[in-house]
Nanobody, 130 residues
Framework: QEQLVESGGGLVQPGGSLRLSCAASEFPLDYYAIGWFRQAPGKEREGVSCTSSSFGSSTYYADSVKGRFTISRDNAKNTVYLQMNSLKPEDTAVYYC??????????????????????WGQGTQVTVSS
């Protein structure tokens, strides 16, 4: 069973930074478009950022994180990162990475829904608080 593993979450003060990692040991992440989603208590899971497979070069960011978050890949390490800067209390959530398997779509369309993401990690908690 393909599986993703997130790491890098934690407690950080407002204005601080964290880098989340999404790694896979059983399949090559560079073949897949990857999305970062988050879910706060009582809210639906929302797309934060998505990137095309390594065969493309498209990225998408939700308006709420644009200019503060950056998604990137390290294919040698089979890892996708989410660099999060200028963190705000409203960024507090469990963050998940997922691999998109439903063929071709724009990164914006991918991030609009959890549909099409068949492989998920267990999530990592990010808490932004003073």
């Amino acid at each position: 069973q393909e599986q993703l593993v997130e790491s890098g979450g934690g407690l950080v003060q407002p204005g601080g930074s964290l880098r989340l990692s999404c790694a896979a040991s059983e399949f090559p992440l560079d073949y897949y478009a990857i999305g970062w989603f988050r879910q706060a208590p009582g809210k639906e899971r929302e797309g934060v950022s998505c990137t095309s497979s390594s065969f493309g070069s498209s990225t998408y960011y939700a308006d709420s994180v644009k200019g503060r978050f950056t998604i990137s890949r390290d294919n040698a390490k089979n890892t996708v990162y989410l660099q999060m800067n200028s963190l705000k209390p409203e960024d507090t959530a469990v963050y998940y990475c997922a691999a998109y398997t439903w063929g071709v779509a724009t990164v914006q369309a991918m991030c609009a829904s959890v549909d099409g993401f068949d492989y998920w990690g267990q999530g990592t908690q990010v808490t932004v608080s003073s």
